[in-house]
């Protein structure tokens, strides 16, 4: 079984006093948000996790500099998962939900 995170959010890119949050629940198991999850603990410790910020400007330029280094020197994702093995799983997946149904 799959595990969840909740996520608070803002309605708003910038929160103010008067933005209430909202909470979501998002799955961990799905890989469009494990890459966008490495990407920002990357980000968070290659370039924000020791930086001295004094304003916001200087925030996002930080992070202009890291996004623009990372897409100068891109790495291609390389898949290692065997594929037998995935399509395996998915059977065995399939069999248990039809015992259960």
């Not at 995170?5 to 979501?24: D, L």
């Not at 020791?50 to 500099?65: H, M, P, W």
């Not at 898949?79 to 997946?93: E, F, L």
Request: charged share 20%; proline share 4%; aromatic share 8%.
């Amino acid at each position: 079984m799959g595990y969840s995170r909740i996520a608070c959010v803002s309605s708003s890119c910038r929160a103010t006093a008067n933005s209430s949050p909202s909470c979501v629940t998002l799955s961990t198991s799905a890989s469009w948000l494990n890459a966008v999850e490495g990407f920002f603990a990357k980000l968070t410790k290659r370039r924000l996790k020791r930086g001295a910020f004094c304003s916001i400007v200087d925030l996002q330029a930080a992070i202009n500099r890291f996004l623009k280094e990372t897409n100068d020197h891109p790495k291609p994702f390389v898949w290692t998962a065997d594929p037998d093995k995935i399509i395996a799983a998915v059977k065995r997946g399939y069999q248990t939900l039809d015992l259960i149904h």
